[in-house]
């Protein structure tokens, strides 16, 4: 099968999702401490845009509780403390909205020293290391168990019940280990059991070198269908049009039989991104969701007028702030910027299907535009999103909020449950997500079975 046309779409969607990081300048002055005052203002600052611009931040947990929650924050600063610090004191107050995008990103690196993920209060690795491979079971990690670590995480992250604050684990363990590991010359002592129920320490691991993490892959399937892994929505809408017609036109040219699409391990971002998949995959009407309910705020106008162009929030911006903008999407067959995909999909989903990814999943699930194959997600499709995001002042700390609440695509506002798969399969904790797992098979199976019900 020919791969060079997709490959070279990709590639320049690729350049784009690769942090530049930050200066030695900016770090300098994130490890500058943090005078009462200035804690104060940054602090003041949290609060009042909590309450300015999320929908209904005391869904979870009353006002009261939280501007108590505030206030003792306030009341318990010492005369002067660092930004680790200071998220160590208020991103449980944030944690406490509970929506999965509502809080406070830790400083330091964004992604953990060690591939790691949580799971049902464990943690394991997510990648091989020499002597063991990933789905291992991390039970000491620096000295400390490793339902140790998860706990503190969770208390750290948002979200709504502990699967989906386990999904934001990475890089507030990271801030966390390395917090903890100065005193260890740089060295990660490991204590493991394996898959196969082995026990093994590793005394010093060094971290492996991190590679950029790429948006897509392309891999072909048994039976002549491909396998694409879509691991984020984000990027410029000219990057990722540019990629799915690419994708869409080799595989016309090719005559796939069908596409399972891998969002096992996609995080979300734009629902542009999903839109764009599903108008390639499908004629049939749907939308992504049933209802927007967005809180209107000077802060998150003038937020869109910074960040975006075009006349897509035009309704929003001239709403008036304190009142919510109201949005119901009609049910529509959308036109695809390239060729239809005229054959079977199945699209794998799981715990870590989040954001715009379960958006997508969702609106697949509710109108039958492809077969779900894999895992619940770890949360409902009704949910908070539309991040608001900025630095507080003094200490540097990125602050999200969510300004607007989503309904799931059917419109029914009741409905708590996850989006569901049509043939489940276990994927185990710590396996990377690929090709050749069980889900796959799964799926190609499902393929065969789509494919002996068309006409």
Same mark, same amino acid.
């Given at each position: 099968?020919?791969?060079?046309?997709?490959?070279?779409?990709?590639?320049?969607?690729?350049?784009?999702?690769?942090?530049?990081?930050?200066?030695?300048?900016?770090?300098?002055?994130?490890?500058?401490?943090?005078?009462?005052?200035?804690?104060?203002?940054?602090?003041?600052?949290?609060?009042?845009?909590?309450?300015?611009?999320?929908?209904?931040?005391?869904?979870?947990?009353?006002?009261?509780?939280?501007?108590?929650?505030? #206030?003792? =924050?306030?009341?318990?600063?010492?005369?002067?403390?660092?930004?680790?610090?200071?998220?160590?004191?208020?991103?449980?107050?944030?944690?406490?909205?509970?929506?999965?995008?509502?809080?406070?990103?830790?400083?330091?690196? /964004?992604?953990?020293?060690?591939?790691?993920?949580?799971?049902?209060?464990?943690?394991?690795?997510?990648?091989?290391?020499?002597? %063991?491979?990933?789905?291992? /079971?991390?039970?000491?990690?620096?000295?400390?168990?490793?339902?140790?670590?998860?706990?503190?995480?969770?208390?750290? %992250?948002?979200?709504?019940?502990?699967? /989906?604050?386990?999904?934001?684990?990475?890089?507030?363990?990271?801030?966390?280990?390395?917090?903890?590991?100065?005193?260890? $010359?740089?060295?990660?002592?490991?204590?493991?059991?394996?898959?196969?129920?082995?026990?093994?320490?590793?005394?010093?691991?060094?971290?492996?070198?991190?590679?950029?993490?790429?948006?897509?892959?392309?891999?072909?399937?048994?039976? +002549?269908?491909?396998?694409?892994?879509?691991?984020?929505?984000?990027?410029?809408?000219?990057? =990722?049009?540019?990629?799915?017609?690419?994708?869409?036109?080799?595989?016309?040219?090719?005559?796939?039989?069908?596409?399972?699409?891998?969002?096992?391990?996609?995080?979300?971002?734009?629902?542009?991104?999903?839109?764009?998949?599903? !108008?390639?995959?499908?004629?049939?009407?749907?939308?992504?969701?049933?209802?927007?309910?967005?809180?209107?705020?000077?802060?998150?106008?003038?937020?869109? /007028? #910074?960040?975006?162009?075009?006349?897509?929030?035009?309704?929003?911006?001239? %709403?008036?702030? +304190?009142?919510?903008?109201?949005?119901?999407?009609?049910?529509?067959?959308?036109?695809?910027?390239?060729?239809?995909?005229?054959?079977?999909?199945?699209?794998?989903?799981?715990?870590?299907?989040?954001?715009?990814?379960?958006?997508? %999943?969702?609106?697949?699930?509710?109108?039958?535009?492809?077969?779900?194959?894999?895992?619940?997600?770890?949360?409902?499709?009704?949910?908070?999103?539309?991040?608001?995001?900025? #630095?507080?002042?003094?200490?540097?700390?990125?602050?999200?909020?969510? !300004?607007?609440?989503?309904?799931?695509?059917?419109?029914?506002?009741?409905?708590?449950?996850?989006?569901?798969?049509?043939?489940?399969?276990?994927?185990?904790?710590?396996?990377?997500?690929?090709?050749? $797992? $069980?889900?796959?098979?799964?799926?190609?199976?499902?393929?065969?079975?789509?494919?002996?019900?068309?006409?």
């Amino acid at each position: 099968m020919r791969s060079g046309s997709s490959t070279r779409a990709f590639a320049l969607w690729a350049t784009t999702l690769i942090g530049a990081g930050c200066s030695a300048e900016d770090a300098a002055v994130g490890q500058a401490p943090l005078a009462r005052a200035e804690a104060l203002e940054d602090i003041a600052r949290a609060e009042g845009l909590l309450f300015a611009i999320h929908p209904e931040p005391a869904r979870h947990v009353s006002h009261a509780v939280l501007e108590a929650a505030f #206030e003792d =924050v306030r009341r318990n600063l010492p005369a002067e403390l660092t930004r680790a610090e200071l998220y160590q004191r208020l991103a449980p107050v944030l944690a406490r909205v509970a929506d999965g995008h509502t809080g406070l990103r830790p400083p330091g690196p /964004r992604s953990p020293p060690l591939a790691l993920v949580a799971h049902r209060g464990a943690l394991y690795l997510a990648a091989d290391l020499p002597g %063991a491979p990933a789905g291992s /079971r991390v039970e000491e990690l620096l000295h400390h168990p490793g339902p140790a670590w998860v706990a503190r995480c969770l208390a750290l %992250a948002s979200g709504a019940g502990e699967a /989906r604050k386990e999904q934001a684990l990475g890089s507030v363990l990271a801030f966390l280990v390395d917090e903890a590991r100065d005193s260890e $010359d740089g060295g990660l002592p490991l204590t493991l059991t394996l898959p196969d129920g082995t026990r093994r320490r590793l005394p010093a691991v060094s971290p492996p070198a991190s590679s950029p993490r790429l948006p897509a892959r392309v891999a072909a399937l048994p039976g +002549g269908a491909v396998y694409l892994a879509l691991r984020t929505m984000t990027g410029t809408d000219h990057e =990722v049009e540019a990629f799915f017609v690419s994708l869409f036109r080799w595989l016309d040219a090719t005559e796939a039989s069908g596409v399972v699409v891998d969002l096992r391990n996609n995080r979300g971002g734009s629902t542009y991104v999903g839109d764009l998949l599903l !108008s390639h995959l499908s004629d049939r009407p749907y939308r992504l969701f049933g209802q927007k309910r967005w809180r209107v705020s000077r802060e998150m106008q003038a937020y869109l /007028r #910074e960040q975006w162009s075009g006349t897509a929030f035009e309704g929003y911006l001239r %709403a008036e702030p +304190g009142t919510d903008f109201v949005e119901v999407p009609e049910v529509v067959a959308r036109p695809s910027l390239g060729p239809r995909f005229q054959g079977p999909a199945v699209l794998l989903i799981g715990r870590d299907t989040l954001s715009a990814a379960m958006m997508t %999943a969702n609106a697949a699930e509710d109108f039958g535009l492809a077969m779900l194959v894999g895992e619940p997600t770890s949360s409902s499709p009704n949910y908070f999103g539309e991040v608001y995001r900025t #630095e507080l002042r003094h200490s540097g700390l990125t602050l999200e909020i969510s !300004s607007a609440e989503f309904v799931r695509a059917n419109g029914n506002h009741a409905d708590a449950a996850p989006v569901r798969p049509t043939r489940h399969v276990r994927s185990p904790p710590g396996r990377p997500p690929g090709p050749s $797992d $069980d889900a796959v098979r799964v799926a190609l199976d499902g393929l065969r079975a789509l494919a002996s019900r068309e006409p």
